[in-house]
C-alpha cells in the first residue's frame, strides 16, 4: 500500500487526467502539448488556492 | 481501417466510412488506448494506456474501494464509473484486488483514482470512434 502526501495526490490526479484531456481535446500535438499544460497548471493552482482560502476561513 | 483517412478526400471519407466503425469504441473501452492502437495512433495511445492503467493501479495501491454493488444513488455513480475501466475492473474484480470498504484516508483518495480512471477511459474509447468516423480530424 501507498500513502501519497494529499499534495503529491493532487499532483498524481492533475497529472494523468491532464494527460488524457489534452490527448483527447485537441487535434495537433502542439495543441494537445498546450491544453494538457494549461489543465495541469488550473489543477494544481486551483488546489492550492482552494487550500489557503479553507485554511484562512478556518482561522 | 486502420490507416488515417482524413484528409476530407472522398477516398478518406468511403475508407473511413468501411468496416465495423465502433470497433475501436469496444477495443478502446475494453482495454485503454487499443482504440488509438486500433487507428495506428501509437504514440497518442500509449499515453493514454499510460495515463489510465497507471491512475487505475494507483488507485488499488491506495486501498481503493472496488464497488461490487449499488445500494444507493452514489454507489449506483461509483459502480458505473468503475465500468468504465472495461477489462481492468473485471480483472481486478476476478483477482480479489481492492478494499471491500474504505479503510484509510487515502482509501478514499484511491476510490476516486479508480472512478476517475474509468471515466477517462470512456472519454479516451470516445475519442477513437471519432477519429473513426471522421468528426475529429487527425
Keep these: 500500500m501507498i500513502s501519497p502526501s494529499h499534495f503529491t495526490a493532487v499532483v498524481l490526479f492533475a497529472l494523468f487526467v491532464s494527460t488524457v484531456f489534452g490527448i483527447t481535446m485537441r487535434e495537433t500535438p502542439r495543441r494537445m502539448i498546450r491544453y494538457g499544460l494549461y489543465c495541469f497548471a488550473m489543477f494544481c493552482g486551483s488546489a492550492i488556492v482552494l487550500s489557503w482560502v479553507m485554511y484562512l476561513i478556518a482561522r | 481501417m486502420a490507416t488515417t483517412p482524413n484528409r476530407n478526400s472522398a477516398a478518406g471519407q468511403a475508407a473511413s466510412q468501411s468496416g465495423f466503425v465502433y470497433l475501436p469504441l469496444i477495443a478502446g473501452w475494453l482495454v485503454p488506448g487499443a482504440g488509438h492502437f486500433l487507428l495506428r ?69 484511491g476510490t476516486r483514482f479508480i472512478v476517475v480512471a474509468g471515466m477517462l477511459n470512456v472519454i479516451a474509447a470516445v475519442d477513437a470512434h471519432n477519429l473513426r468516423t471522421g468528426r475529429k480530424p487527425s
Excluded at chain 2, 472496488?66 to 468504465?84: C, E, I, K, N, Q
Aim: proline letters at 0%.
Design chain 2, 41 to 109: 495512433k501509437w504514440y497518442r495511445g500509449a499515453l493514454l494506456a499510460a495515463a489510465i492503467i497507471g491512475m487505475f493501479a494507483l488507485g488499488l495501491a491506495m486501498q481503493g474501494k472496488l464497488y461490487a454493488s449499488a445500494h444507493d444513488v452514489l454507489d449506483l455513480l461509483g459502480l458505473a464509473g468503475d465500468l468504465g475501466n472495461g477489462l481492468l475492473y473485471v480483472l481486478s474484480r476476478a483477482a480479489g484486488l481492492g478494499a471491500e470498504s474504505v479503510q484509510v484516508t487515502v482509501g478514499d483518495w
